[in-house]
């Protein structure tokens, strides 16, 4: 198999391994937040790539959650992708599952926004659009502070994910909230 993937056969690979509505849904957000942000930053070359590594960063999460991030790399190795595509959706365990530093930009992208997208599309759900498209930074930054809100959502990752990219909380908390708005734009019919 050639180590790059195209989007088709990401989606095969993610939906052998996933089945609940719910990851794919997670899947393809951080798909769309990171091509988002490979043109954000410059890298409109790798969007493509950058989108991949976003719908298979938790490939192995629903059938294997004790070993996420490391059962990953087995099932991608196998199949003689990419080593970038194995490092960079397995360095968004760092600290958790994994000693994987995330090194590139993209990497640090994906751990920052891997959790971040989570807290985000909760407290979207809270509104009574239900919708990131009226969504503002204060109400997420009330419902960043509030521990027990999404509490799924781990705080120090994405204080961290910031850190790494040298960006302030508020910068990434804005930045993603545009991003997935940009997933929420009414199709023409």
């Not at 690979?13 to 089945?19: G, H, Q």
């Not at 958790?96 to 971040?116: G, N």
């Not at 009226?134 to 990752?157: H, I, M, W």
């Not at 997933?183 to 023409?188: D, K, M, T, Y």
Request: proline fraction near 3%; glycine fraction near 6%; charged fraction near 30%.
């Amino acid at each position: 198999m050639s180590n790059t993937l195209t989007r088709e056969a990401a989606w095969a690979l993610l939906t052998e391994y996933n089945k609940e509505p719910f990851h794919l849904k997670h899947a393809e957000t951080v798909e769309g937040v990171m091509r988002y942000f490979a043109e954000k930053l410059g890298y409109g070359e790798e969007i493509g790539f950058w989108g991949v590594v976003g719908l298979l960063h938790d490939l192995d999460f629903e059938q294997f959650p004790e070993q996420h991030c490391i059962k990953e790399q087995e099932i991608m190795r196998e199949r003689g992708l990419d080593e970038r595509l194995i490092h960079a959706t397995a360095s968004h365990g760092y600290e958790l599952t994994v000693d994987i530093r995330p090194e590139h930009e993209m990497e640090k992208v994906l751990y920052a926004v891997d959790e971040l997208t989570g807290l985000i599309g909760a407290v979207a759900l809270m509104r009574p659009s239900k919708s990131v498209l009226d969504l503002e930074l204060k109400s997420v930054k009330k419902k960043f502070k509030t521990l027990n809100f999404a509490a799924g959502c781990s705080r120090p990752v994405i204080q961290r994910g910031a850190e790494m990219l040298g960006w302030t909380l508020d910068e990434l908390i804005s930045e993603t909230i545009l991003a997935m708005r940009t997933l929420e734009q009414p199709q023409a019919q």
